[in-house]
């Protein structure tokens, strides 16, 4: 027997409410709500493997301020965010960073890189 | 001696909107600074580094601080090429008053306290107020109870975790569901703090759809609606809540009392435009929008003061959800107070201006701006939002002495999402005395 299911498509702040149908293997028959086509491919990647980009900051070392700004370069297992997060919070960065400065490179195994969201220079 | 600093133009406020204002008053030929209170250039963006930002503009979803440099860095550039632009940085405006040049024209005088610079005046023809919006506090919302610490604003609980890296406690509940609230529940339980639930005072979320998703779906934190905290416990630091359903008034109903254990609670409870000096200035507030009232360039509407260049963009004129429509406004109303200052300083006369004041009918919260300024031709960006959800869309027809100036459809309509139009301000008809916005459902606002 299929499925179907009701989630909210968060590509861009329109928020459409697709419903999505799969099949017994669990594959997507059909989606429909999607004012386009991200939608849809958005519906295909939740269905069997859903990823989002983690935001957070990190600690930073001879800036004025504490805290870095950083995120996921790509977007990883939404399941591993935690473990991914708590993987950061001994890391200390060394001032200055600029915006883009990859901060670590295939982050905890996943094959997505680290990267800072803002610049801080040395104070 | 106090100093004083001459411009063309002067932006209060370095977050988004005063970035665009600035920058794009450059471009027009104005010799502009930036006031600032805080040491960095971004606004509120420099705590939201959560991400999202730009899909507008860029087709990308940039973090907050990352949208902001994009910015931040051109000014920079702009600042140490030449003397188009100055910044001043830690600076608090908290005066701003009227002068009159040798030709008798309008020049406005802030006063301002820096660091760097000690205290000074800065004066130009053209005024770009950019001070975004502040949090409603717990005063403002009606909660009994003692006021013990750990109660805190999203916004405060933001810049504590995002920017000084301390945690405001271990276990928390959030009262209200804005924006703000939903991605400080998704980022306090990514810290390790435990997020006992969201509560909602209406039926309805009052953020967007994706934030609720993404926010709390996606980590089981549970979206608790009609049910609103009516009680603080705890001595010196908060050690529970009491929530309790909601009937449709949003009158808490008895029995349904329940006691919530945590040590942290974040409020979530809407934003105000920042506009004390537009009010010192004698600017009139819109009741709806609580920002001042102007025309489709950032422009003070007020008829009686039709010599003066106050120009409202960004948060301060109204709360947007997305910044790319605050950048916008703010390019918008630094153009036009550059091409304002210049007209002024060459003695070139005021144009006439024709305002039509803006009316958001029956099913609408607010339109902005407030009026169109007939004379100015070309196109006019209007936002607006609905006060209820219309989950079946709707038609917006925008109407003016009779005849259609533009109809839109919508696939949804809901009021934590503003909407964007653009009208073509020749369709309005000469001798136009209102702009009206109507909504009407799908089948009838169709007319065919
Ligand atoms: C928590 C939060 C989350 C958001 N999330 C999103 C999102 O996911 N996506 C999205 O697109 N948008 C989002 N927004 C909206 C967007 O960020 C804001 O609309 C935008 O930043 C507002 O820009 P602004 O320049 O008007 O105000 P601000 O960024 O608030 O800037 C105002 C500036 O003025 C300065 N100032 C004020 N008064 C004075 C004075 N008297 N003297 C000197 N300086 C002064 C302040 O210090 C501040 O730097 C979010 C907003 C918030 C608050
Ligand atoms: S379906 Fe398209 S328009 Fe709708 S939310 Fe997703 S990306 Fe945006």
Known sequence: MGAKRKFVCVVCPRGCALEVETDEGGLLVGVSGNACRRGEDYA??????????????????????????VKTAGAVPLGRLVEVCRALDGLIV???????????????????????TDSLERA | ?????????????????????????AENGARTGIIEREDRLGGILKQCVHDGFGLVRFGEQ??????????????????????????????FVHAARRETCGDGGVRYVLECVSRDEGVFVAAARSLVLATGCRERTDRQVFIHGERPAGVFTAGLAQHLVNIEGLLPGHRAVILGSGDIGLI??????????????????????????????QCLEDFGIPLNLSTTVTAVHGDRRVQGVTVASVDRRGTPIPGSERY????????????????????????????ATRGPRVDQEGRMAEAERADEGIFVCGNALHVNDLVDYVSESGEQAGRAAALFAAARREGVPIPERELIPVKAGSGF??????????????????????????????????????ATVLKKRYAVLRPPEMERLEIDVAAVPEGATQISLELADKGEGDGR
């Open chain 1, 44 to 69: 295909r990647s939740e269905i069997a493997d859903p990823r989002r980009v983690l935001t957070t900051t990190v600690a930073i070392r001879g800036a004025a301020l504490r805290r870095l700004p």
């Open chain 2, 260 to 287: 919530v254990e945590c040590d942290t609670l974040v409020l979530s409870v809407g934003l105000i435009p920042e506009n004390e000096l537009a009010v010192s200035l004698g600017l009139a507030l819109d009741p």
């Open chain 2, 62 to 91: 940039l973090a907050g601080p990352e949208y902001a440099r994009r910015f931040a860095d051109r000014v920079v550039e702009a600042t140490s090429k030449g003397t188009v632009l100055a910044t001043h940085l830690g600076a």
């Open chain 1, 94 to 116: 060394e001032a200055p960073v600029a915006c883009g400065d990859v901060i670590l490179r295939d982050l905890c195994g996943l094959g997505v890189d680290l990267v800072a």
């Open chain 2, 365 to 402: 919260l607010y339109a902005v701006p407030q009026f169109i300024d007939r004379a100015r031709g070309g196109k006019a960006v209007l936002y607006f939002r609905v006060n209820a959800t219309r989950a079946e869309g709707g038609v917006v027809r925008v109407a003016s002495g009779g």
């Open chain 2, 1 to 25: 001696m106090v100093s004083r600093k001459d411009y063309d133009v002067l932006v209060v406020g370095g977050g988004p909107a005063g970035l665009s204002a600035a920058l794009s008053a």
């Open chain 2, 184 to 213: 400080m529940a998704r980022r306090l339980f990514l810290e390790g703090v435990e997020v006992e639930g969201v509560y909602e005072i209406k039926s309805e979320p009052s953020g967007l759809s994706r934030n609720v998703r």
